[in-house]
């Protein structure tokens, strides 16, 4: 770690670090595995800005090093805290320039800790170690150095991937007059496990430090968080049972209670979380709406319909505070649909207003989907009149799929007042419909009708598919010379319609 007994270069009675050019640039260049540096907002991104503030902007993405000084003293600016903060925050993308900034500021003023810790940031964030532990020293002499300036060192060296130096900045706060209590901690735990697979990493640190500072649930919150990013379910059990059995049961910490159910519903344990889930129940821990969401959302993309139904009956039954909205409804019976559970799709359909939640056109669709995908014959003619009666409209696709379900099922009366249903409410496009209609009832012998609906579509100028047309040519001239006579006129008609 480059810190503490370097000789500081800075001015101590300015209080100012140094300028760009006469410091050390960013250690990048000798360690090749840092991570790369991403690209930070600028005052180009930020189009609700001040005047001063976007002038100095431009002076320092502009001017040369030599010139900044100058070039902002002739602005005739003055540097208000405000603006200083506003200004820093634009400048992650060009740390020289802040350093410069920052000293042309600090000339005849205190800038405020604020200032100080954003610039401490800025270094921090561009590698700039060495310039950022001489601003640390400059802040502990003037008395403004505290946790916020830790905490964007700690996050600074885990983002460059010097977690060993993260952890010996922990270890050197009580040098530098700042408290190592649980919020330094969890700061630094928190910075770990921000980054990819590092939360075992950070539980090596805690183990470490909480011999001397007891961690609080924050600290394995922060933890439990971690493995469930890493998908750890095994090391999520440790923590969870060394958090329960360190604080017993404790409404508290739901929020990390729930990161690990989650953590387990991931690693397709889901018995076990809906275990911990009926405990939490009743040690009157109760989870938000928000975790039942999630949970769904994942056993709806794990396609179990078995566990989702089970977690639903244990979210209504915990009360008046946890009431699953439309949202949640469709995924549930979504799901079910795709399983073709049609009796637990009635069931949640049914309940949906008792809590609530309306169902809409999605719901109608999904379920009608369902029933035409499982021949419910009667139970599609039922619900389709329950559809058009609450005035939600099928699906053009789901009309033609209807269509040639019911035809198979020589069930052409219902067929035909879908049709109609169609034609009168405009449901497009409409083609497809219509070709199912034709050939269905072709396939029924039900040649009159074929050729009455098939001069409606004409006159109404609905594509009849060539594909459709072969079809009923080979039923019409297998039929009798009369028909096939009148599927003649037909196909003229067609043809003429084509041109």
Known sequence: MEVMDETPDFVI???????????????????????????????????????????????????????????????????????VHEVLQLSYNSPSSAVDFFRWAGRGQRLSPYAWNLMVDVLGKNGRFEQMWNAVRVMKEDGVLSLP???????????????????????????HGVEQDVVAVNSLLSAICRQENQTSRALEFLNRVKKSVDPDGDSFAILLEGWEKEGNVEEANKTFGEMVERFEWNSEHVLAYETFLITLIRGKQVDEALKFLRVMKGENCFPTLKFFSNALDILVKLN???????????????????????????????????NDDVDNVFRFFDQMVFHGAFPDSLTYNMIFECLIKNKKVHEVEKFFHEMIKNEWQPTPLNCATAITMLLDADEPEIAIEIWNYILE?????????????????????????????????????????????????????????????RFDSLERRWKTSQM
């Not at 991104?45 to 902007?57: G, L, T």
């Not at 090093?65 to 005739?76: Q, R």
């Not at 009159?448 to 594909?467: G, P």
């Open 425 to 485: 409410n405009g449901i497009f496009p409409l083609q497809a419909s219509a070709n199912k209609l034709l050939v269905g009832l072709c396939n029924l012998g039900r040649l009159s009708d074929v050729r009455r609906f098939a001069e409606e579509m004409l006159n109404r100028r609905i594509l009849i598919y060539d594909v459709t047309m072969h079809k009923l040519k080979k039923a019409f001239y297998n039929e009798s010379r009369n028909m096939r006579d």
């Open 149 to 175: 300036a830790f905490a964007s060192i700690f996050d600074s060296y885990c983002g460059a991937g010097k977690y060993d130096e993260a952890v010996m900045s922990f270890d050197v706060m009580s040098m």
């Open 13 to 83: 009675k300015n209080k100012i670090i140094p300028s760009s050019s006469s410091t050390t640039t960013s250690p990048t260049s000798h360690n090749p595995h840092r991570p790369t540096r991403p690209r930070f907002p600028t005052h180009l991104d930020a189009p609700y800005i001040s005047s001063s503030v976007r002038i100095i902007c431009e002076i320092l993405a502009h001017a040369s090093s030599d010139d900044i000084e100058s070039a902002l003293a002739c602005t005739g600016i003055i540097p208000t805290p405000d603006l």
């Open 304 to 338: 179990d319909s078995t566990h989702a139904v089970q977690l639903w009956d244990i979210m209504v039954g915990i009360g008046f505070n946890l009431m699953p909205n439309s949202i949640m409804y469709n995924a549930v019976i979504g799901l079910l649909c795709n």
